[in-house]
């Protein structure tokens, strides 16, 4: 799809999904909880990620699962979140919208898990008009 692929390996139970663990934002910021992650993930995070573009959670935003995020544009959506998280994002200038999804986290997700995104296309599969097509887009 014309994008490089990192692996991101999970190291608890706890956060299943890299959607659970880590959310990418605008301009290329990051919400992630660090102990889901395995050392040499951390790793490939911090080797990619400046660090005035990562926002670590804490446990208890992470049990919230604060990164099951959902952005448009500057705007945020996620069922809970701290004050602290909550100053951190306003302080990139990014806007929060808190949804009650506690029901959803019973289950193991929140509202990324909830949404079907149409807005997300790779120009490359974007410019293909029929199945055929896509499928003759060779892989890089």
Do not use: W
Not at 16 to 36: N, S
């Amino acid at each position: 799809m014309g994008h490089r692929c990192l692996p991101l390996s999970l190291a608890d139970a706890c956060f299943y999904h890299l959607d659970t663990a880590l959310c990418a934002l605008p301009c290329g910021t990051v919400i992630y909880y660090p102990a889901a992650f395995t050392p040499p993930a951390r790793g490939t995070i911090e080797a990619h990620v400046a660090p005035e573009h990562r926002i670590a959670l804490d446990r208890a935003d992470a049990e919230r699962f604060a990164a099951n995020a959902v952005c448009i544009g500057n705007t945020i959506i996620l069922s809970s979140y701290s004050r602290l998280l909550r100053t951190k994002l306003g302080e990139r200038g990014y806007a929060i919208v808190e949804t009650p999804l506690h029901a959803f986290l019973r289950s193991g997700g929140s509202a990324c898990c909830l949404t079907l995104r149409l807005d997300h296309r790779s120009d490359r599969i974007g410019r293909a008009t029929d199945l055929s097509e896509q499928a003759a887009v060779p892989a890089r």
